[in-house]
Every structure is written in structure tokens, then in C-alpha cells.
């Protein structure tokens, strides 16, 4: 059995990002909209599914999500376009910005 990771547009028109097992998300995000468990979409429903993608490994699954939890917005708004060209373009490190130690 794999795993979906997910992406959903909440009703506030923020962004949540989770992961399920199973061959059918349709459960997960009815689950997400009945408010059937307490934490981030519970007050921003109704939520939409905007994005997902099936892993066969759940480690691929869970490195998947924890990469798009860190992407800002814009690229995450590039994924859900499938703009590819865009999410390469943001993920490239911005001229004059350095990392600090």
C-alpha cells in the first residue's frame, strides 16, 4: 500500500500539506472537510484539493512532504500549476543572498 502526500486550499486561501495511505484520498479529504480531527483545517474549512501525488515508499512519501512544508508560497503555487520551469526558478538561491551561520 503507498501513500499520497497532498496539498489543500483551505478556505482562508492558505495551504496545508499532508499525507495518507491507502489507494483512495477521497476519505482523507472528506475527513479534512467534516472536521473530524482538531488541528490546522479544522477552523479553515471547507478545503479543496488542489494538488497530490501517489508514492509506492512511504519514505519517499514523507521526504516529499517535508520538502513542499518548507516552499513558500509561490512555488507551492507552481506545483499546483505543474509549472516546472517556475519551482526550478524558485528554487535557486536569489542573487546577493548569502546563508548565515
Given amino acids: 500500500m503507498g501513500v499520497f502526500v497532498y496539498m489543500l486550499r483551505c478556505a482562508d486561501n492558505s495551504f496545508y500539506v499532508g ?11 472528506d475527513q479534512h472537510n467534516a472536521g473530524a480531527y482538531p488541528g490546522y483545517t479544522f477552523s479553515r474549512r471547507p478545503v479543496v484539493l488542489v494538488w497530490s501525488e501517489y508514492f509506492d515508499r ?3 512519501a ?11 508560497r509561490a512555488k507551492r503555487e507552481a506545483l499546483i500549476r505543474s509549472d516546472w520551469t ?4 524558485l528554487s535557486r538561491r536569489r542573487a546577493g543572498v548569502t546563508k548565515r551561520d
Fill in 62 to 72: 514523507i521526504a516529499a512532504e517535508r520538502k513542499i512544508k518548507g516552499w513558500s
Fill in 58 to 60: 512511504a519514505t519517499d
Fill in 19 to 29: 499525507s495518507a495511505t491507502g489507494n483512495d484520498l477521497s476519505p482523507r479529504i
Fill in 86 to 89: 517556475e519551482v526550478s526558478r
